[in-house]
């Protein structure tokens, strides 16, 4: 009887042993799971979920006015000879015989000079007034051949695994300086991605950017439709909003 007793103390102090070693396992691997699911899974559903964009900028100032010098070219000093009272040059033949030849004709004539002159400079101060104006203006529509936005091609068809991509111009064409702004670009990607960018510097009246801006992961398709809009928050006060927007399309070729 004592022997029964004892079989069935162990069985059962097995069996609550196995219990908690199960317990402690589940917790380990719950606790891993965790961890894994909080460093990597974010990591690969941003990866799916969200398109690069690739852009590149250039900045062009407004024409200065510029001032053209010519000097006269036909300038000169002439020398005369002979009788200052007279109208017409001779030459006379004094009492000796030996005559005496007349002085030679002397011309020295200026040097031709030309340049170009800026008005003002860095010391000249403009004023302005009035209101800002942004205008976008999309150049061409084409891809980028590599990440980089120097690869550029122009095309209305976009080949399969290429990156859709359009050039674009913003400018201000109103009379007074914008200060920072930014734009938005929509762009057809498999999660309809709207871009924003960051603030971009203060332009004067008649200065501009060239963008060009490019994107991976794209959408197949034809007639897709890539939109810019400068100072889309109209964060900045303009005489002009309506126009701040341009749209283009291209065909998207899937794989």
């Known amino acids: 009887m004592n022997t029964d007793w004892q079989t069935t103390s ?5 069996i609550n042993g196995l219990a908690v070693i199960g317990f402690v396992v589940l917790v380990v691997m719950g606790i ?4 894994y699911s909080v460093r990597f899974v974010p990591t690969i559903m941003n ?35 002979g009788n200052t009272n007279s109208t017409t040059a001779t030459s006379t033949t004094p009492a000796t015989s030996t005559p005496i030849k007349p002085k030679s004709i002397v011309k020295t004539t200026g040097e031709k000079t030309s340049g170009i002159y800026q008005i003002g400079g860095a010391t000249t101060t403009t004023s302005f007034s009035g209101l800002p104006d942004f205008v976008v203006n999309i150049s061409a529509v084409g891809y980028l051949a590599t990440t980089s936005t120097e690869s550029f091609i122009a095309s209305s068809t976009v080949p399969s695994g ?18 920072t702004w930014r734009f938005s670009a929509s762009i057809p990607t498999q999660s309809s991605y709207l871009y924003y960018s960051p603030f971009q510097q203060s332009l004067n009246p008649g200065d501009s950017i060239d963008y060009t801006l490019g994107f991976d992961q794209a959408t197949a398709g ?33 794989s």
């Not at 162990?10 to 097995?14: M, P, V």
């Not at 359009?166 to 200060?179: E, H, Q, R, S």
């Open 10 to 14: 162990a069985r059962q102090a097995a």
């Open 162 to 179: 290429g990156r859709p991509a359009i050039k674009f111009t913003i400018k201000n064409i109103g009379t007074n300086v914008a200060g």
């Open 32 to 35: 891993w799971l965790a961890i």
């Open 222 to 254: 034809s007639n897709k439709m890539i939109s810019v809009s400068a100072n889309f928050d109209h964060a900045i006060t303009e005489s002009n909003f309506n126009n701040n927007n341009a749209s283009a399309q291209l065909t998207i070729l899937g």
């Open 47 to 81: 990866g799916i979920g969200s398109a690069a964009v690739y852009l590149g900028s250039v900045f062009t100032p407004a024409n200065e006015p510029t001032l053209s010098v010519v000097s006269n070219p036909t300038a000169s000093t002439t020398i005369s000879f």
